[in-house]
């Protein structure tokens, strides 16, 4: 079963970076396809992009596009997020994810997630 | 503004049967499969439903899901008090080439 785990809380100043983890336990992160979702304080969930299986590269939401970076260390089985040029609107939970993405024989997209890391707090503010 | 849409919030009684629309369009449920996201507050949200209809083992049965055309609906039957919860449907966006949820919805089992 594989388990996420996502590093603390972070506040942050407006302009600046911030990198949130995801360790991977009971597998491998090169063998699972990860995704970053984000939620606003009392907002609904925002995926911000993930590897894609069909194309073999990471992909990006357009809103996120040039600001946000996907990386995964192999040798530590842990996944990053990095988010460049933080605004107030960047405070938010941002979760890891695993998902499932294929296209069926009628090329219909399956696509789910499962399991979720923890959330992490990003704050963002002056 | 999300791309699907899931009505702010549903109520019922204990015991009774809710259920919970997500629409979208011809580019996302018209065209791949939907999955259904329980969120308990202060949680990480938890897959519920996936592939229209599939339950991931620990769902119980009283959780059902289903899709026609362009919207996907969420049921649940034998209501309790532990399910109040924010509920979000997701799919993939062909259009868009994106993920997309709806904005969720807010069940109070009163």
Redesign the interface.
Known sequence: QVHLVQSGAEVKKPGASVKVSCKISEYTVSKLSM?W?RQAPGK????MG?FDPEDGET?Y??KFQGRVTMTEDISTDTAYMELSSLRSDDTAVY?CTT???YY?NS?????????????TLVTVTS | Q?VLTQPPSVSAAPGQKVTISCSGSSANIG???V?W?QQFPG?????LI??NKRR?SGTPDRFSGSKSGTSATLAISGLQTGDEADY?C???D?G?????????TKLTVL
């Open positions: 995704h979702v609904g969930l925002e995926w993930g992909v939401t357009q979760y998902g499932v993405q069926d090329g219909s997209r399956v696509y789910w997630f499962d399991p979720w890391g923890q959330g | 999300s065209k791949n499969y999955s996201y949680t990480a949200p938890k897959l996936y592939e991931p979000y997701g799919t993939w062909s868009l080439s994106a993920g997309v949820f709806g904005g969720g």
